[in-house]
């Protein structure tokens, strides 16, 4: 089974436009685990728009399923990391200006530089997880890099299944193979949401875990959260 985890920035997001601590992040972080998610993942970005730096060591106590700590391995986020020890640190070349994750990592021309940053999670037991465009070379660059794990962006599949389009699944399910092939395990999210998540699942060989936070929510908002969780859980069976 493909294991879901839950990126609550949006909840910090809603939380910080008024003020104060409502919604409770600690709380909801709690809930989503007691409805059977298995993993928090969190993006903090330095202008702290979402989640803070404070939630990230807050929620350390509160996550007992797999914590995820997404960003930039720019200093500060580095040191975050190091001091919090989650179960993994995915590495996402984000902008600071932008608005959401758009690229994956070009694993050759940064090889040099995600190689030491990688090393130095994994010494500290860290699983470490690089995000990726569907394409074979920046998949065995990673693999060179030496991660454990990759995880895929899947804005460009979700833009496609949304057209009708389910050739769109193509490169992701030749990357998904390679991955298989060299012993990278795989990860996935961007986009995803109820609407292609069993598409997606039923047709990447070896898929871990997947990372669902926007459409998750925002699903949450009419359906329930405690349900948007099982019915994830049941299409990633």
């Known amino acids: 089974m493909t294991k879901l985890s839950v990126n609550i920035n949006k909840i910090a997001t809603l939380r910080n436009a008024r003020g104060g601590n409502v919604p409770d992040l600690l709380k909801v972080a709690t809930d989503i685990q007691k409805f059977g998610a298995e993993g928090i993942t969190i993006h903090p970005r330095p202008d702290e728009r979402h989640i803070r730096y404070q939630d990230a060591r807050d929620l350390k106590s509160i996550v007992y399923t797999e914590y995820n700590i997404e960003g930039n391995p720019e200093k500060t986020f580095i040191d975050l990391v190091l001091e919090i020890k989650p179960t993994q640190v995915t590495l996402v070349p984000d902008a600071v200006d932008a608005i959401t994750s758009n690229a994956g990592w070009n694993t050759i021309k940064h090889a040099e530089y995600l190689t030491e940053i990688v090393q130095e999670f994994q010494r500290n037991g860290i699983r470490t997880s690089i995000f990726v465009d569907p394409v074979l070379e920046m998949i065995e660059g990673a693999k060179k890099i030496g991660t454990e794990r990759i995880e895929l962006y899947t804005e460009a599949f979700a833009h496609e299944y949304g057209l009708g389009n389910k050739r769109g699944i193509q490169p992701f399910m030749e990357s998904a193979i390679l991955a298989n092939q060299i012993g990278l395990g795989i990860n996935a999210g961007h986009d995803l949401s109820l609407d292609n998540i069993q598409f ?12 669902i936070g926007h459409a998750l929510i925002s699903e949450a908002l009419y359906l329930g959260l405690d349900n948007v969780i099982n019915m994830y859980l049941q299409k990633l069976k």
């Open 200 to 211: 997606f699942k039923e047709n990447i060989p070896g898929l871990l875990e997947v990372s």
